[in-house]
Nanobody, 123 residues
């Protein structure tokens, strides 16, 4: 069983940047595909980005492509989400997830989830 804890969320102006971190404990992350999802109030949880076990492949939602970058450091047991050129529509609770299906966009493909970190982008 792996525990995931997100950090780095906050309030930022449109056009600004944030870097989210997801730290794991209990198990190492090297054996898991990782992903980031987000959920706004009243909305379904949506896929943001995913990364394979060895960082060889990544995938991004069209809405964030070119602005967000996912990376992982298995030695530090941490995955990151660098968010640049933030827009008000990026406002959501962001969740880190671990699973066995690389780059899956389905929440059901991920068996382990963090508690989320809030990102709010003001106009």
């Amino acid at each position: 069983q792996v525990q995931l804890v997100e950090s780095g969320g906050g309030l930022v102006q449109a056009g600004g940047s944030l870097r989210l971190s997801c730290a794991a404990s209990g198990r190492t992350l090297s054996g898991y595909a990782m992903g980031w999802f987000r959920q706004a109030p009243g909305k379904e949880r949506e896929f943001v980005t995913g990364i394979s076990r060895s960082s060889g492949s990544t995938a991004y939602a069209d809405s964030v492509k070119g602005r967000f970058t996912i990376s992982r450091d298995n030695a530090k047991n941490t995955v990151y989400l660098q968010m640049n050129s933030l827009k008000p529509e990026d406002t959501a609770n962001y969740y880190c997830a671990a699973g066995g299906i690389p780059l899956s966009q389905r929440p059901s493909a991920y068996g382990y989830w963090g508690q989320g970190t809030q990102v709010t982008v003001s106009s």
